[in-house]
């Protein structure tokens, strides 16, 4: 089982310059692979066009032995995704975002009740499972969006710069769920923090003006 990339390529409208310029590996999809590099540097256009978010301008890439371009609601069907730009809804609950998840990924109600209150007891919410996003730190609303993703039980996570703008102790806080679902998930992650990187990979790519 592995992540195939061959001459991955992303060219976007108005902009001459490559954001991906054809971009080649193979890698086994189990453990963390880290993709490290700076601000502009491609990560985000890779982790989109592997999720299926984006369409490359050239190039192949299959998960699994499933096409991402070709085959993309197969892809959908196995992965889950943290966007950079991601934040928990304010107005709900951590139980209810995850919750309201697993309902629109198709579980029943009763199967979605109960995996959201295992990941939640998993993940030692407590009594912050009933408390409204809007009060938890910067720390544990990205834990919400853990708990989603981990809720689902996808094979493969994708995580885009997930602690950019947590405090030292929140980021602690993430990797130890890294950590924990590391065990029986792939994990692509971006950032450009090589603490992280040293910390939570298994592998390691670095990516340099696409």
Request: hydrophobic share 40%.
């Amino acid at each position: 089982m592995s992540l195939v990339c061959e001459g991955l390529t992303k060219i976007y409208a108005g902009n001459p310059v490559p954001a991906l310029n054809s971009v080649s590996f193979t890698l086994p999809t189990r453990g963390v692979f880290v993709l490290i590099g700076r601000n502009g540097s491609g990560k985000t256009t890779l982790v989109r066009i592997l999720a299926t978010n984006l369409e490359a301008t050239a190039g192949t890439a299959t998960l699994n032995g499933i096409d991402v371009m070709s085959e993309p609601d197969q892809i959908r069907e196995r992965i889950a995704i943290v966007p950079q730009e991601a934040r928990p809804i304010p107005w709900m609950t951590p139980l209810q975002s995850v919750l309201s998840y697993l309902l629109w990924r198709g579980l029943s109600y009763t199967e979605a009740k109960q995996k959201a209150c295992e990941v939640l007891d998993r993940l030692k919410f407590g009594k912050k499972a009933r408390a409204l996003n809007r009060t938890l730190s910067g720390g544990m609303k990205r834990k919400v969006l853990m708990a989603m993703i981990i809720s689902t039980e996808a094979e493969i996570i994708f995580l885009d710069e997930p602690t950019t703008g947590l405090d030292p102790i929140s980021r602690r806080e993430f990797w130890e769920v890294l950590q924990e679902i590391r065990k029986d998930r792939f994990v692509v992650l971006t950032t450009h923090y090589m603490q992280e990187a040293e910390q939570l990979a298994d592998t390691i790519g670095v990516l340099d003006e696409g």
